[in-house]
């Protein structure tokens, strides 16, 4: 028989003999497009090396998301020696956008309730994706003297971050995946949540509870779970709407109306992180 007491145990045996370590990283260079799987990151100040750096703005400079718009979910990104490749999967166009944009304008974008610095990249690249979508939107870059804070409330020092929903990193166990994949009766892939560092070991939503850990030396902090959105009942194959996960999440992941999937960190130091590296936990919530 399944028990309370059982349970108890099971997680303490998890805690003391299960070692975390780090199993996927991924980046999502412009906001709302498609990730890339990398081996190795560098972690930099806004989080992990041209994350969302770069994002789409629409005539009135307001970010422009797969929520309003599920075709984003059609549009790869690769990292090519002269730019960033992108991909519609459907029709098979292609744009190369440069790393270093093209024009000195500058403009205020807005993302969420922040208002920061960024730098159109280039008219062609505009002209691409208005086409593309069917309506008149710019890209942009956040440049290196543009500041976007961390909500105060959240905020360990003087975090900043870059076109993210709001934080550096979003971290996710696999192990949590597994649990609701066992939920569902169509399994869903760890694109449709969108994280930056996925790890394996521990119980199912083990990253709940990890308030300070480290990898190489760098320290990680869980300041805020990560409340989900519509974004994830998009299919990243086809851009149509699902009910799931959100559906199956809102039976055992629901508070004060929220639906929570996923821990959003801050960061203390500067470095890489590989695939394959321990997450040592420090501090539990």
């Avoid at 690769?78 to 403009?107: C, D, V, W």
């Avoid at 208002?115 to 086409?131: H, I, K, M, N, R």
């Avoid at 320290?219 to 799931?244: H, L, M, Q, W």
């Avoid at 809102?250 to 929220?258: F, T």
Wanted: proline share 5%; with cysteine; glycine share 6%.
């Amino acid at each position: 028989m399944f028990t309370a007491q059982g349970a108890n145990l099971n997680y303490i045996y998890a805690l003391i003999f299960t070692m975390l370590c780090v199993s996927a990283l991924y980046i999502y260079p412009v906001k709302s497009l498609g990730g890339i799987a990398l081996q190795e990151a560098r972690l930099e100040a806004r989080g992990l090396a041209l994350d969302r750096r770069w994002m789409l703005v629409d005539a009135a400079n307001n970010f422009m998301s797969q929520r309003e718009i599920p075709a984003l979910a059609l549009l790869t990104v690769r990292l090519e020696k002269e730019g960033l490749l992108i991909t519609h999967i459907t029709s098979g166009l292609q744009l190369l956008a440069p790393y270093i944009p093209t024009t000195e304008n500058f403009m205020q974008v807005t993302v969420w309730e922040d208002t920061c610095l960024a730098q159109q990249v280039s008219p062609y690249a505009d002209e691409w994706f208005s086409d593309l979508l069917h309506c008149p939107c710019k890209l942009v870059y956040m440049p290196d003297h543009s500041t976007r804070w961390v909500e105060e409330k959240y905020a360990i020092a003087a975090d900043i971050t870059s076109f993210s929903d709001g934080y550096p990193n979003l971290l996710i166990g696999q192990a949590s995946l597994d649990d609701l994949n066992n939920k569902l009766a169509k399994p869903i892939t760890m694109q449709r949540f969108r994280p930056n560092i996925v790890f394996t070991g521990g119980m199912p939503f083990e990253e709940d509870n990890l308030a300070h850990f480290t990898i190489n030396d760098i320290s990680f902090y869980g300041v805020k779970r990560c409340a989900r959105c519509v974004v994830t009942t998009i299919n990243p194959d086809t851009a149509e709407k699902e009910k799931e996960p959100l559906r199956t999440l809102a039976s055992y992941r629901l508070w004060d109306n929220k639906i929570y999937f996923g821990q959003n960190l801050l960061h203390k130091g500067l470095g890489s992180i590989h695939v394959g590296d321990e997450l040592k936990v420090l501090q539990r919530k």
